[in-house]
């Protein structure tokens, strides 16, 4: 192991780390007091926006405007990033006078943003400015300037984008939720920007799962239990759901039911479902979460759900097989 390996090794490599983190939770810390109206401001400006919003940068910059653009439209924010080099070689044809344009550059003097900023200006698209240098060309050009200063960077030498960098990703958060508390974006909207994934498969909703039409088991209130039995061995969910006037939810019978009716009443030949049907069952609407199902469904020690209106019409069913099925256990 060489010299400079072993130094990596030592205590010096933990005590530099732990001052960096020291720095860059400080360069964070240090944006709170500087928030006023100007975000405000901000968020109004996007709000009011009738096309996309804009997020542009270069080098390191770009990259944390690429994450703000990505976090902007997974929260319900319409945005895209565009690289401020190529944008001037053509990509400004994607930018409308309806956008809101969002800056990035810590020095506020990014040639490739100036270059395209009188540009910007003259097709009527606002622009926000997120930059280290109040007094900067950049800053000064915008028509909200949010000030993402810090004190130092966490490299040693002062010049590696490193707090800086931290700093402009969290001011980007805190916009993006911001409007996301605006807009009123909730978990069923979240749901749908995340289809995929383990988000996708936490947000999935019972509609997305359940099972519908004629795969639902299903009988009248005045149907014989060999009828109800027929059913529940056609549909395979170790259960039927019992419907009666109106079609309205009145009760389900399932394998539990069928093996504590079979102690209590040999002969069943003359029996009807709606002397041995659970009333009242358990019920879930579709625009739940699957996973809120499957709580209900550990909670009362149930394997299946009939999913049902307010107004107790039966829409759908599922039981733990399709939960499995769509990954949500």
Same mark, same amino acid.
């Given at each position: ?11 010096? /490599? ?72 190529? +944008? ?74 490193? /707090? ?13 939720? +911001?409007?996301?508390? +605006? ?106 979460? /699957? ?39």
């Amino acid at each position: 192991m060489n010299d400079r390996l072993k130094k990596a090794n030592s205590t010096s /490599a933990l005590e530099l780390a732990r001052k960096v983190l020291a720095i860059e939770a400080d360069a964070v810390n240090g944006l709170i007091a500087r928030l006023d109206e100007r975000f405000v401001d901000a968020v109004g400006l996007i709000l009011a926006c009738h096309g996309r919003v804009v997020v542009s940068g270069v080098g390191k910059s770009g990259h944390i405007a690429r994450k703000i653009a990505s976090t902007l439209a997974s929260t319900g924010t319409p945005a895209f990033f565009v690289h401020a080099a190529e +944008a001037g070689h053509g990509d400004l044809g994607m930018i409308t006078r309806d956008d809101v344009m969002l800056a990035l550059s810590n020095s506020g003097q990014s040639e490739e943003l100036l270059t395209i900023i009188p540009l910007i200006k003259r097709r009527g698209a606002k622009l926000i400015a997120v930059t280290g240098n109040p007094d900067s060309a950049l800053a000064r050009e915008a028509d909200v300037h949010l000030d993402a200063g810090v004190a130092q960077e966490a490299c040693p030498l002062n010049l590696a984008p490193t /707090a800086s960098t931290t700093a402009a990703l969290a001011l980007g958060d805190a916009l993006a939720i +911001a409007l996301l508390d +605006a807009r009123g974006f909730d978990k069923d909207d979240f749901a749908d920007a995340h289809p995929g994934g383990a988000i996708g498969r936490l947000l999935t909703r019972v509609s997305d799962v359940m099972r519908t039409g004629s795969d639902v088991p299903r009988v009248t209130d005045a149907a014989l239990f060999s009828e109800a039995l027929l059913e529940m061995s056609r549909k395979s969910m170790g259960m039927t759901a019992i419907l009666g006037p109106g079609d309205k939810l009145v009760g389900i019978f399932t394998d539990g039911d069928l093996r504590r009716t079979l102690e209590r009443t040999p002969d069943i030949r003359s029996l009807t479902i709606k002397e041995v049907m659970t009333r009242n069952p358990r019920t879930i609407t579709p625009h739940k979460l /699957a996973v809120e199902a499957l709580e209900l469904m550990e909670r009362y020690k149930i394997n299946q759900l009939l999913v049902a209106t307010e107004a107790g019409e039966l829409i759908g069913a599922l039981n733990m097989h399709d939960l499995f099925r769509a990954k949500v256990i």
